[in-house]
């Protein structure tokens, strides 16, 4: 069907279809298409005076739905930069979510509660300003969660406690300082968050998250950030990365030297953007501090808790792969204590069928050989 072409062939090809519909009744996906094309020619006709429509245009002017795709090895529902203002009925058990760049602005305790198989949630470039409290409680797989460029004024806390989060990008949330300062925290945190991105958030004091021992690269940057607190470095005892561009201009030099000799004891790179102030006579002359003990003890819990949870990890390894041999001989054993049985059976009745074969011709005498072979 070219749908470019003059009005006249466009009725022709409607006829076409009217017939083809009438002889097919029961195909209703066909009805639904055809209803579509009815409607994209009426669009087509008031367009057609212009009679200069491009093949794109008419790509553009197509009614525009999620798609479908494996991706990774999972199946995913990309719905992205589709002017939606909710999350449309979409496919049970996919894994990923790409909502991105669309028009949504809340998030209730049932927008997403169906679709539990999600582990990579992707809803940046909304106008996203209020997430219930229980939005994501349901998705207990959720990995990746893209909150980016909203406008969120209150995270539920409940966010912190997803059980398999790694990744959580918050960054561009204008509004998100004026609630987070304030934000009860239950520590510690259930998620194993690897990746923080804080980003543009207008932050000025770094939330407590407390211990953190998977964290990796934490990103702060383009915040007016007041204070460094060599603290909530000390709870992430894995961090390799902290981007700190454009974040640290408000704070004294000498208040920061806490932190940055941390980062070089703990050979944690840090990203300044620029780092003309480090690099001044003024910040050399800030007396080099101690590491206080508090720094220590943090640090070194949260590696304890880093170790537990790999030895947890490796035991619950070691019990699958014992559990899994134990199964695997049980399985050998049953089937050979089978075979054994079976070959008994096949032993005892030829046995017998030889007994009975002898027993009819020599009565006493068979009966006496076989309990002398007994005895
Ligand atoms: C941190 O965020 C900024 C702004 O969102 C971005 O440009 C930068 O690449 C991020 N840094 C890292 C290390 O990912
Ligand atoms: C903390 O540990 C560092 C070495 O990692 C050490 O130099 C410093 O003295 C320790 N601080 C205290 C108060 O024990």
Not at 171 to 192: D, E, F, T, W, Y
Not at 232 to 260: G, P, Q, R, W, Y
């Amino acid at each position: 069907m070219n749908f470019v072409l003059g009005s006249k062939q466009e009725t022709i090809t409607l006829e076409e279809n009217k017939y083809l519909v009438k002889s097919t009744h029961d195909n209703i996906s066909f009805i639904a298409s055809y209803v579509q094309y009815l409607v994209l020619t009426l669009l087509l006709a008031t367009n057609s005076y212009t009679k200069e429509m491009t093949d794109i245009e008419a790509l553009a002017s197509l009614p525009t739905r999620c798609t479908y795709e494996y991706a990774y090895d999972m199946y995913g529902a990309h719905c992205g930069g589709l002017r939606l203002t909710k999350i449309p009925n979409l496919k049970g058990g996919i894994e990923i979510l790409d909502f991105s760049d669309n028009k949504l602005q809340e998030i209730h305790d049932d927008t997403l509660s169906y679709y539990t198989s999600i582990k990579h949630l992707y809803l940046s470039e909304n106008q996203i300003y209020s997430i219930d409290k229980d939005a994501f409680t349901y998705l207990t797989y959720l990995q990746t969660l893209d909150l980016s460029k909203n406008v969120i004024f209150e995270l539920p806390e409940t966010i912190f406690h997803l059980p398999s989060l790694r990744k959580l990008y918050l960054n561009g949330n204008p509004l998100l300082h004026l609630s987070l300062s304030n934000m009860v925290i239950r520590k510690p945190i259930k998620a194993p968050l690897e990746l923080l991105d804080l980003s543009e958030c207008k932050i000025k004091v770094m939330p407590d998250l407390g211990i953190l021992p998977h964290m990796m690269l934490y990103n702060i940057s383009h915040n007016p950030l007041t204070s460094l607190d060599a603290y909530t470095f000390s709870a992430m005892c894995k961090l390799a990365t902290v981007d700190l561009t454009e974040s640290i201009d408000n704070i004294k030099l000498c208040d920061m030297k806490l932190s940055i000799t941390w980062f070089q004891e703990k050979g944690i790179y840090f990203q300044l953007g620029d780092y003309t102030r480090l690099n001044s006579r003024e910040y050399e002359n800030c007396p080099r501090p101690e590491i206080p003990e508090n720094l220590n003890a943090t640090y070194n819990l949260c590696r304890t808790e880093y170790i537990q949870i790999q030895n947890i990890k490796t035991s619950r390894r070691t019990w699958l792969t014992i559990s899994g041999g134990l199964f695997g001989f049980l399985v050998c054993f049953v089937l050979l204590l089978y075979i054994m049985h079976r070959h008994n059976v096949a032993q005892t009745k030829k046995i017998t069928k030889d007994v009975k074969k002898v027993a009819p011709t020599e009565d006493k005498t068979a009966t006496a050989v076989l309990l002398n072979n007994v005895s």
